[in-house]
Protein backbone atom coordinates (compact mmCIF):
# COMPACT_ATOMS: atom_id res chain seq x y z
CA UNK A 1 0.00 0.00 0.00
CA UNK A 2 1.28 3.35 -0.77
CA UNK A 3 1.65 5.91 1.76
CA UNK A 4 -0.15 8.94 1.09
CA UNK A 5 2.17 11.78 0.52
CA UNK A 6 -0.37 14.81 2.08
CA UNK A 7 -0.04 13.10 5.71
CA UNK A 8 2.97 13.45 8.63
CA UNK A 9 3.50 10.82 10.66
CA UNK A 10 4.59 10.16 14.54
CA UNK A 11 7.27 7.66 15.46
CA UNK A 12 4.60 5.82 17.26
CA UNK A 13 2.92 5.12 14.09
CA UNK A 14 0.37 7.38 14.24
CA UNK A 15 -0.35 9.69 10.51
CA UNK A 16 -1.69 12.87 11.18
CA UNK A 17 -3.86 14.72 7.74
CA UNK A 18 -4.33 18.84 7.91
CA UNK A 19 -7.75 19.77 6.55
CA UNK A 20 -9.35 22.27 5.18
CA UNK A 21 -11.12 23.52 8.15
CA UNK A 22 -8.18 23.38 10.26
CA UNK A 23 -8.30 20.52 11.63
CA UNK A 24 -6.41 17.02 12.18
CA UNK A 25 -7.71 13.46 11.17
CA UNK A 26 -5.43 11.18 13.18
CA UNK A 27 -5.04 7.70 12.05
CA UNK A 28 -2.73 4.80 12.09
CA UNK A 29 -0.23 4.21 9.36
CA UNK A 30 -0.60 0.38 7.01
CA UNK A 31 2.80 -0.87 9.20
CA UNK A 32 1.18 -0.35 12.24
CA UNK A 33 -2.16 -2.18 11.28
CA UNK A 34 -0.07 -4.63 9.57
CA UNK A 35 2.30 -5.61 12.81
CA UNK A 36 -1.01 -5.39 14.62
CA UNK A 37 -3.11 -7.91 12.91
CA UNK A 38 -6.94 -8.30 12.90
CA UNK A 39 -8.38 -5.87 15.04
CA UNK A 40 -10.76 -6.42 17.24
CA UNK A 41 -11.51 -3.18 19.06
CA UNK A 42 -10.75 0.30 18.95
CA UNK A 43 -11.33 2.63 22.06
CA UNK A 44 -11.50 6.42 20.43
CA UNK A 45 -11.07 9.57 22.98
CA UNK A 46 -14.27 11.40 24.16
CA UNK A 47 -15.15 14.63 22.16
CA UNK A 48 -14.01 17.76 23.54
CA UNK A 49 -11.51 16.26 25.50
CA UNK A 50 -8.31 18.50 25.50
CA UNK A 51 -5.75 16.17 25.02
CA UNK A 52 -1.36 17.21 24.75
CA UNK A 53 1.35 15.85 22.33
CA UNK A 54 2.31 12.18 23.22
CA UNK A 55 -0.24 11.16 25.82
CA UNK A 56 -1.74 8.38 24.75
CA UNK A 57 -5.68 9.03 24.32
CA UNK A 58 -6.85 5.89 22.64
CA UNK A 59 -6.50 2.12 22.01
CA UNK A 60 -6.24 -0.39 19.37
CA UNK A 61 -6.55 -3.93 20.29
CA UNK A 62 -5.99 -7.30 18.05
CA UNK A 63 -6.77 -10.66 19.10
CA UNK A 64 -3.24 -10.62 20.71
CA UNK A 65 -2.23 -7.33 22.05
CA UNK A 66 -3.31 -3.85 23.54
CA UNK A 67 -1.43 -0.80 21.80
CA UNK A 68 -1.92 3.14 22.59
CA UNK A 69 -2.22 5.60 20.41
CA UNK A 70 -0.84 8.78 20.98
CA UNK A 71 -1.83 11.75 20.22
CA UNK A 72 0.52 13.61 17.79
CA UNK A 73 -0.38 17.54 18.46
CA UNK A 74 -1.89 19.59 21.02
CA UNK A 75 -5.35 20.35 20.47
CA UNK A 76 -9.10 19.62 21.47
CA UNK A 77 -10.66 16.34 20.06
CA UNK A 78 -13.60 17.39 17.70
CA UNK A 79 -15.01 13.94 16.36
CA UNK A 80 -14.12 10.26 16.83
CA UNK A 81 -14.58 7.87 14.09
CA UNK A 82 -18.00 6.14 15.44
CA UNK A 83 -18.17 3.24 12.73
CA UNK A 84 -15.12 1.40 14.20
CA UNK A 85 -17.30 0.30 17.76
CA UNK A 86 -19.17 -2.13 14.95
CA UNK A 87 -16.04 -2.29 12.40
CA UNK A 88 -12.87 -2.14 14.02
CA UNK A 89 -11.36 -4.08 11.03
CA UNK A 90 -11.95 -0.82 8.79
CA UNK A 91 -8.75 0.20 10.50
CA UNK A 92 -6.84 -2.99 8.94
CA UNK A 93 -9.08 -2.82 5.49
CA UNK A 94 -8.43 1.24 4.91
CA UNK A 95 -5.90 2.45 7.50
CA UNK A 96 -5.45 5.86 5.61
CA UNK A 97 -8.81 6.72 5.04
CA UNK A 98 -12.05 4.53 6.28
CA UNK A 99 -10.41 3.43 9.39
CA UNK A 100 -9.56 7.29 11.02
CA UNK A 101 -9.65 7.54 14.58
CA UNK A 102 -10.80 11.16 15.48
CA UNK A 103 -10.24 14.48 14.64
CA UNK A 104 -8.49 17.06 16.93
CA UNK A 105 -8.18 21.22 17.08
CA UNK A 106 -4.65 21.72 17.41
CA UNK A 107 -3.96 24.70 19.70
CA UNK A 108 -1.73 25.67 16.71
CA UNK A 109 -1.35 23.97 13.19
CA UNK A 110 2.66 24.55 13.10
CA UNK A 111 3.08 21.77 15.62
CA UNK A 112 2.41 19.28 13.20
CA UNK A 113 6.07 20.68 11.38
CA UNK A 114 7.36 18.61 14.21
CA UNK A 115 6.10 15.27 12.70
CA UNK A 116 7.36 13.32 10.03
CA UNK A 117 6.58 13.28 6.55
CA UNK A 118 5.63 10.53 4.45
CA UNK A 119 8.71 9.70 2.79
CA UNK A 120 11.01 9.83 6.36
CA UNK A 121 8.26 7.58 7.48
CA UNK A 122 8.55 4.96 5.02
CA UNK A 123 12.82 5.13 5.57
CA UNK A 124 12.01 4.80 9.35
CA UNK A 125 9.54 1.60 8.66
CA UNK A 126 11.93 0.02 6.13
CA UNK A 127 14.85 0.28 8.60
CA UNK A 128 13.38 -0.81 11.08
CA UNK B 1 16.42 -13.18 15.76
CA UNK B 2 19.71 -13.57 17.19
CA UNK B 3 20.30 -16.31 19.74
CA UNK B 4 17.00 -18.11 18.98
CA UNK B 5 16.47 -21.49 17.92
CA UNK B 6 15.12 -22.88 14.88
CA UNK B 7 12.89 -25.83 13.96
CA UNK B 8 12.95 -28.15 11.56
CA UNK B 9 10.05 -25.91 10.08
CA UNK B 10 12.47 -22.83 10.04
CA UNK B 11 12.50 -22.51 6.22
CA UNK B 12 8.61 -23.33 5.55
CA UNK B 13 7.62 -20.67 8.40
CA UNK B 14 9.72 -17.97 5.95
CA UNK B 15 8.52 -19.47 2.62
CA UNK B 16 4.56 -19.31 4.22
CA UNK B 17 5.53 -15.61 5.35
CA UNK B 18 4.80 -16.53 9.13
CA UNK B 19 5.55 -13.63 11.16
CA UNK B 20 8.04 -15.07 13.23
CA UNK B 21 8.87 -14.10 17.39
CA UNK B 22 10.83 -15.55 19.66
CA UNK B 23 8.68 -17.80 22.19
CA UNK B 24 10.73 -19.52 25.27
CA UNK B 25 13.82 -19.52 22.82
CA UNK B 26 12.35 -20.73 19.50
CA UNK B 27 12.32 -18.62 16.58
CA UNK B 28 7.99 -19.56 15.66
CA UNK B 29 5.75 -18.25 13.28
CA UNK B 30 3.13 -16.02 15.73
CA UNK B 31 0.40 -15.34 12.40
CA UNK B 32 0.86 -16.12 8.51
CA UNK B 33 -1.08 -12.94 7.60
CA UNK B 34 -4.10 -13.29 9.68
CA UNK B 35 -4.73 -14.74 13.44
CA UNK B 36 -8.17 -15.12 12.71
CA UNK B 37 -8.74 -16.82 9.05
CA UNK B 38 -6.22 -19.55 10.74
CA UNK B 39 -8.17 -19.84 13.80
CA UNK B 40 -11.25 -20.50 11.36
CA UNK B 41 -9.51 -22.88 9.25
CA UNK B 42 -9.09 -25.13 12.32
CA UNK B 43 -12.51 -24.55 13.52
CA UNK B 44 -14.33 -25.72 10.01
CA UNK B 45 -11.30 -27.64 8.15
CA UNK B 46 -7.71 -28.13 9.04
CA UNK B 47 -5.06 -26.45 10.15
CA UNK B 48 -1.23 -27.05 11.07
CA UNK B 49 1.01 -25.92 13.78
CA UNK B 50 4.48 -26.38 14.48
CA UNK B 51 5.19 -27.51 17.69
CA UNK B 52 8.19 -29.20 17.53
CA UNK B 53 9.32 -26.27 20.28
CA UNK B 54 7.45 -28.78 23.09
CA UNK B 55 10.07 -31.28 25.06
CA UNK B 56 9.69 -34.74 24.14
CA UNK B 57 11.00 -37.42 27.02
CA UNK B 58 10.81 -41.06 26.22
CA UNK B 59 11.05 -42.25 29.74
CA UNK B 60 12.25 -45.94 29.45
CA UNK B 61 12.86 -49.18 31.78
CA UNK B 62 11.62 -51.74 34.42
CA UNK B 63 11.55 -48.26 37.17
CA UNK B 64 9.66 -46.03 34.84
CA UNK B 65 6.03 -46.85 35.56
CA UNK B 66 6.84 -46.76 39.44
CA UNK B 67 8.90 -43.42 39.28
CA UNK B 68 5.98 -41.92 37.01
CA UNK B 69 3.78 -42.58 39.09
CA UNK B 70 5.10 -41.31 42.16
CA UNK B 71 5.56 -37.90 40.12
CA UNK B 72 2.09 -37.75 38.08
CA UNK B 73 -1.07 -36.49 39.70
CA UNK B 74 -3.04 -38.39 37.39
CA UNK B 75 -2.14 -42.20 37.82
CA UNK B 76 -0.60 -43.98 34.49
CA UNK B 77 -1.48 -47.33 35.68
CA UNK B 78 -5.05 -46.14 33.79
CA UNK B 79 -2.91 -46.54 30.45
CA UNK B 80 -2.93 -49.66 28.06
CA UNK B 81 -0.60 -50.03 25.55
CA UNK B 82 -1.08 -47.48 22.78
CA UNK B 83 -3.23 -44.87 25.07
CA UNK B 84 -2.30 -41.39 26.33
CA UNK B 85 -3.51 -39.37 29.36
CA UNK B 86 -2.89 -35.62 30.44
CA UNK B 87 -1.91 -34.67 33.92
CA UNK B 88 -0.02 -31.99 36.06
CA UNK B 89 3.18 -32.70 38.05
CA UNK B 90 3.45 -31.23 41.02
CA UNK B 91 5.60 -29.74 44.04
CA UNK B 92 5.37 -31.12 47.51
CA UNK B 93 3.46 -27.72 48.35
CA UNK B 94 0.84 -28.55 45.82
CA UNK B 95 1.83 -25.19 43.48
CA UNK B 96 1.98 -26.50 39.08
CA UNK B 97 5.46 -27.37 37.87
CA UNK B 98 4.09 -28.02 34.26
CA UNK B 99 1.24 -29.80 32.34
CA UNK B 100 2.16 -32.76 30.23
CA UNK B 101 0.74 -35.33 28.05
CA UNK B 102 1.89 -39.14 28.48
CA UNK B 103 1.23 -41.68 25.71
CA UNK B 104 2.30 -45.10 26.89
CA UNK B 105 4.24 -46.70 24.04
CA UNK B 106 4.57 -50.44 26.02
CA UNK B 107 4.51 -51.87 29.85
CA UNK B 108 8.34 -49.86 30.26
CA UNK B 109 8.02 -47.40 27.73
CA UNK B 110 6.20 -44.10 27.92
CA UNK B 111 6.59 -40.65 25.86
CA UNK B 112 5.84 -37.61 27.72
CA UNK B 113 5.26 -34.24 26.23
CA UNK B 114 5.95 -31.27 28.32
CA UNK B 115 6.15 -27.25 27.97
CA UNK B 116 8.76 -25.87 26.23
CA UNK B 117 9.02 -22.72 28.63
CA UNK B 118 9.71 -25.26 31.39
CA UNK B 119 12.01 -27.88 29.43
CA UNK B 120 15.21 -27.48 32.32
CA UNK B 121 12.86 -27.03 35.03
CA UNK B 122 10.61 -30.21 34.35
CA UNK B 123 14.01 -32.11 32.88
CA UNK B 124 15.83 -31.25 36.30
CA UNK B 125 12.74 -32.36 38.45
CA UNK B 126 12.97 -35.80 36.90
CA UNK B 127 15.62 -36.10 37.29
CA UNK B 128 15.82 -35.23 41.25
CA UNK B 129 12.73 -37.91 40.87
CA UNK B 130 14.33 -40.61 39.87
CA UNK B 131 12.62 -40.89 36.42
CA UNK B 132 16.33 -42.43 35.70
CA UNK B 133 16.99 -43.72 32.03
CA UNK B 134 14.79 -40.79 30.21
CA UNK B 135 16.15 -40.33 26.62
CA UNK B 136 15.14 -36.17 26.10
CA UNK B 137 15.10 -35.03 22.54
CA UNK B 138 15.67 -31.81 21.56
CA UNK B 139 13.27 -30.04 19.30
CA UNK B 140 16.34 -29.63 17.03
CA UNK B 141 16.59 -33.00 16.10
CA UNK B 142 12.60 -33.41 15.76
CA UNK B 143 9.99 -32.36 13.79
CA UNK B 144 6.69 -32.24 15.48
CA UNK B 145 3.27 -30.98 13.99
CA UNK B 146 0.04 -30.92 15.11
CA UNK B 147 -2.99 -30.99 12.29
CA UNK B 148 -6.52 -29.89 14.13
CA UNK B 149 -9.43 -29.23 12.76
CA UNK B 150 -12.91 -31.79 11.83
CA UNK B 151 -11.10 -32.56 8.44
CA UNK B 152 -7.48 -33.12 9.78
CA UNK B 153 -7.66 -36.77 10.32
CA UNK B 154 -8.74 -37.52 6.88
CA UNK B 155 -6.35 -35.29 5.37
CA UNK B 156 -3.87 -36.41 7.01
CA UNK B 157 -4.70 -39.80 6.34
CA UNK B 158 -4.95 -38.84 2.25
CA UNK B 159 -0.55 -38.05 2.94
CA UNK B 160 0.58 -40.66 5.52
CA UNK B 161 1.47 -42.75 3.04
CA UNK B 162 4.05 -40.09 1.63
CA UNK B 163 5.71 -40.22 5.01
CA UNK B 164 5.09 -43.30 6.48
CA UNK B 165 5.92 -46.27 4.71
CA UNK B 166 4.03 -48.66 6.61
CA UNK B 167 0.83 -47.11 6.13
CA UNK B 168 -0.61 -46.59 9.79
CA UNK B 169 -4.58 -46.31 9.73
CA UNK B 170 -4.40 -43.08 11.55
CA UNK B 171 -8.55 -42.70 10.95
CA UNK B 172 -8.86 -45.70 13.37
CA UNK B 173 -6.74 -44.08 16.39
CA UNK B 174 -9.31 -43.53 19.41
CA UNK B 175 -9.07 -39.90 20.94
CA UNK B 176 -6.20 -40.44 22.99
CA UNK B 177 -4.61 -42.97 20.96
CA UNK B 178 -1.75 -43.21 19.38
CA UNK B 179 0.95 -45.45 17.52
CA UNK B 180 4.40 -45.75 17.59
CA UNK B 181 5.99 -46.03 14.15
CA UNK B 182 9.64 -47.04 13.38
CA UNK B 183 10.14 -43.73 11.55
CA UNK B 184 7.82 -41.66 13.45
CA UNK B 185 4.92 -41.31 16.26
CA UNK B 186 1.74 -40.44 15.82
CA UNK B 187 -1.47 -39.44 18.63
CA UNK B 188 -5.01 -38.23 18.18
CA UNK B 189 -4.47 -35.72 20.85
CA UNK B 190 -4.41 -32.16 20.72
CA UNK B 191 -4.73 -28.45 21.85
CA UNK B 192 -7.67 -26.91 20.03
CA UNK B 193 -10.68 -28.53 20.93
CA UNK B 194 -11.10 -29.94 17.71
CA UNK B 195 -10.14 -33.56 16.47
CA UNK B 196 -6.52 -34.02 15.12
CA UNK B 197 -3.58 -35.42 15.57
CA UNK B 198 -0.29 -34.62 17.44
CA UNK B 199 2.92 -36.07 14.95
CA UNK B 200 6.41 -36.62 15.40
CA UNK B 201 8.68 -37.23 12.59
CA UNK B 202 12.67 -36.89 11.75
CA UNK B 203 13.99 -34.24 10.75
CA UNK B 204 14.97 -35.27 7.57
CA UNK B 205 11.29 -35.64 6.44
CA UNK B 206 9.88 -32.72 8.10
CA UNK B 207 10.24 -30.36 4.55
CA UNK B 208 8.16 -33.34 2.78
CA UNK B 209 5.43 -33.90 5.56
CA UNK B 210 4.49 -29.90 5.80
CA UNK B 211 4.38 -29.78 1.89
CA UNK B 212 2.12 -32.93 1.86
CA UNK B 213 -0.12 -31.09 3.98
CA UNK B 214 -0.10 -27.58 2.95
CA UNK B 215 -0.82 -29.92 -1.03
CA UNK B 216 -3.46 -31.08 1.23
CA UNK B 217 -5.26 -28.08 1.55
CA UNK B 218 -4.37 -27.59 5.04
CA UNK B 219 -3.82 -24.21 6.29
CA UNK B 220 -0.52 -23.15 8.09
CA UNK B 221 -1.47 -21.80 11.58
CA UNK B 222 0.81 -20.17 14.71
CA UNK B 223 1.28 -19.59 17.98
CA UNK B 224 -1.82 -16.56 17.73
CA UNK B 225 -4.26 -19.47 16.57
CA UNK B 226 -3.20 -21.74 18.83
CA UNK B 227 -3.70 -19.65 22.15
CA UNK B 228 -6.96 -18.55 20.72
CA UNK B 229 -8.35 -21.94 19.95
CA UNK B 230 -6.81 -23.71 23.05
CA UNK B 231 -8.96 -21.12 25.57
CA UNK B 232 -11.97 -21.13 23.40
CA UNK B 233 -11.71 -25.07 24.02
CA UNK B 234 -11.20 -23.97 28.01
CA UNK B 235 -7.92 -25.71 27.96
CA UNK B 236 -4.98 -24.30 30.05
CA UNK B 237 -1.84 -22.51 29.58
CA UNK B 238 1.11 -23.35 31.57
CA UNK B 239 2.63 -19.80 32.74
CA UNK B 240 -0.48 -18.07 32.20
CA UNK B 241 -3.68 -20.50 34.23
CA UNK B 242 -1.32 -22.66 35.76
CA UNK B 243 1.95 -21.86 38.08
CA UNK B 244 4.11 -22.97 40.82
CA UNK B 245 1.83 -20.89 43.40
CA UNK B 246 -1.23 -22.49 42.50
CA UNK B 247 -2.67 -25.98 42.69
CA UNK B 248 -4.36 -27.84 40.37
CA UNK B 249 -7.59 -27.36 42.17
CA UNK B 250 -6.98 -23.65 42.13
CA UNK B 251 -6.77 -23.68 38.45
CA UNK B 252 -9.43 -25.90 37.38
CA UNK B 253 -7.84 -29.08 36.46
CA UNK B 254 -8.77 -30.70 39.84
CA UNK B 255 -9.74 -33.70 37.56
CA UNK B 256 -6.18 -34.82 36.79
CA UNK B 257 -5.75 -35.21 40.22
CA UNK B 258 -6.02 -39.14 40.99
CA UNK B 259 -6.48 -40.45 44.70
CA UNK B 260 -8.58 -43.85 43.99
CA UNK B 261 -4.96 -45.85 45.12
CA UNK B 262 -4.61 -45.11 48.75
CA UNK B 263 -1.14 -46.57 48.36
CA UNK B 264 0.27 -44.38 45.15
CA UNK B 265 1.97 -41.39 47.17
CA UNK B 266 2.97 -38.98 44.58
CA UNK B 267 4.45 -35.96 45.05
CA UNK B 268 2.16 -33.29 46.55
CA UNK B 269 -0.43 -36.26 47.38
CA UNK B 270 -0.71 -34.73 51.12
CA UNK B 271 -1.21 -31.11 50.68
CA UNK B 272 -3.48 -31.64 47.39
CA UNK B 273 -5.64 -34.40 49.62
CA UNK B 274 -5.61 -31.47 52.47
CA UNK B 275 -6.96 -29.10 49.77
CA UNK B 276 -9.59 -31.10 47.84
CA UNK B 277 -11.21 -31.83 51.77
CA UNK B 278 -11.12 -28.32 53.08
CA UNK B 279 -11.44 -26.76 49.55
CA UNK B 280 -8.86 -25.26 47.64
CA UNK B 281 -7.71 -20.97 48.06
CA UNK B 282 -9.19 -19.87 44.64
CA UNK B 283 -11.81 -21.64 41.89
CA UNK B 284 -11.15 -21.07 38.36
CA UNK B 285 -14.23 -19.68 36.34
CA UNK B 286 -15.22 -18.66 32.93
CA UNK B 287 -15.57 -15.06 32.17
CA UNK B 288 -17.66 -13.27 29.07
CA UNK B 289 -17.15 -9.11 28.80
CA UNK B 290 -20.48 -7.87 28.37
CA UNK B 291 -18.76 -4.59 26.88
CA UNK B 292 -17.13 -3.86 24.39
CA UNK B 293 -13.05 -4.42 25.10
CA UNK B 294 -10.49 -7.15 25.06
CA UNK B 295 -9.53 -8.99 28.44
CA UNK B 296 -5.95 -9.58 29.16
CA UNK B 297 -4.01 -11.81 31.60
CA UNK B 298 -2.84 -9.78 34.52
CA UNK B 299 -6.44 -7.30 34.87
CA UNK B 300 -8.26 -8.01 38.19
CA UNK B 301 -11.82 -9.17 38.58
CA UNK B 302 -14.02 -7.69 40.75
CA UNK B 303 -17.69 -8.74 42.45
CA UNK B 304 -19.19 -5.45 44.10
CA UNK B 305 -16.61 -3.66 43.20
CA UNK B 306 -14.02 -5.61 45.53
CA UNK B 307 -10.91 -7.24 44.28
CA UNK B 308 -11.77 -10.99 44.38
CA UNK B 309 -9.18 -12.11 41.51
CA UNK B 310 -7.52 -11.94 38.19
CA UNK B 311 -7.71 -12.85 34.85
CA UNK B 312 -5.29 -15.64 34.32
CA UNK B 313 -5.97 -15.77 29.97
CA UNK B 314 -8.24 -13.86 27.90
CA UNK B 315 -8.80 -12.76 24.63
CA UNK B 316 -11.12 -12.03 21.70
CA UNK B 317 -12.63 -15.37 20.62
CA UNK B 318 -12.95 -15.48 16.65
CA UNK B 319 -15.43 -18.11 16.93
CA UNK B 320 -18.02 -16.78 19.68
CA UNK B 321 -16.94 -13.08 18.12
CA UNK B 322 -17.14 -11.86 21.95
CA UNK B 323 -14.22 -11.46 24.40
CA UNK B 324 -13.32 -14.17 27.07
CA UNK B 325 -11.23 -14.69 29.92
CA UNK B 326 -10.35 -18.04 32.41
CA UNK B 327 -10.13 -16.01 35.97
CA UNK B 328 -8.78 -16.79 39.12
CA UNK B 329 -10.90 -16.02 42.53
CA UNK B 330 -11.08 -16.24 46.01
CA UNK B 331 -13.31 -19.09 46.46
CA UNK B 332 -14.80 -17.55 49.54
CA UNK B 333 -16.53 -15.62 47.28
CA UNK B 334 -17.73 -18.84 45.06
CA UNK B 335 -21.62 -18.33 46.44
CA UNK B 336 -21.77 -14.78 45.35
CA UNK B 337 -19.78 -15.55 42.01
CA UNK B 338 -22.15 -18.14 40.81
CA UNK B 339 -25.73 -16.20 42.07
CA UNK B 340 -26.83 -14.35 38.83
CA UNK B 341 -27.85 -10.89 40.73
CA UNK B 342 -24.13 -10.58 41.41
CA UNK B 343 -22.14 -7.75 39.88
CA UNK B 344 -18.80 -9.10 38.29
CA UNK B 345 -16.54 -6.81 36.29
CA UNK B 346 -12.85 -6.47 34.74
CA UNK B 347 -11.16 -3.97 35.66
CA UNK B 348 -9.75 -2.62 31.75
CA UNK B 349 -7.23 0.57 32.02
CA UNK B 350 -8.50 1.89 35.55
CA UNK B 351 -12.34 1.46 34.48
CA UNK B 352 -14.39 -1.44 35.57
CA UNK B 353 -16.14 -3.27 32.73
CA UNK B 354 -19.07 -5.25 33.68
CA UNK B 355 -18.63 -9.76 32.88
CA UNK B 356 -21.01 -12.81 33.08
CA UNK B 357 -19.85 -15.45 34.66
CA UNK B 358 -20.00 -18.32 31.72
CA UNK B 359 -19.05 -22.20 31.80
CA UNK B 360 -15.60 -23.58 30.58
CA UNK B 361 -15.32 -24.54 28.18
CA UNK B 362 -16.27 -21.82 26.37
CA UNK B 363 -16.76 -23.56 22.73
CA UNK B 364 -19.30 -26.70 23.02
CA UNK B 365 -18.96 -28.56 20.09
CA UNK B 366 -21.97 -29.96 19.49
Known amino acids: METPGDLKFAESHEWARLNDDGSVTVGISHHAQEQLGDLVFVEVPEVDAAVKAEDAIAVVESVKAASDIYAPVTGTVTAVNEALADSPEMVNDSPFEDGWLFTLQPDNKDDLNALMDAGDYDSMVDNA | MPDTLKTPFYDCHIRAAGKLVDFAGWSLPVHYGSLVDEHQAVRADAGVFDVSHMVVSDVRGESSVQALRNLLTNDISKLSDNTALYSCLCHEHGGVVDDLIVYRIEAAHFRVISNAATRTKVLDWF ?10 SGAEELAMLA ?5 AVAKVQSIVEHIFPTHPDIAALPNFGCVWLDDGFVGRTGYTGEDGVEMIVSKQQATSLWNALIEAGVTPCGLGARDTLRLEAGMSLYGNDLDDEH ?11 DFSDDARQFVGRKALQAQK ?3 STYLRIGLELQERGVLRAGQVVQLDGSDIGVVTSGTYSPTLQRTIAMARVERAHAPAVNDSTSE ?14 VPVPFLRKT
Not at chain 2, 247 to 257: L, M
Not at chain 2, 344 to 357: G, M, Q, T
Request: hydrophobic share 35%; aromatic share 4%.
Open chain 2, 247 to 257: SPFDSGVGWTV
Open chain 2, 344 to 357: LSVVIRNKPVSALR
Open chain 2, 127 to 136: RSHGVGDTET
Open chain 2, 147 to 151: VQGPN
Open chain 2, 277 to 279: LAG
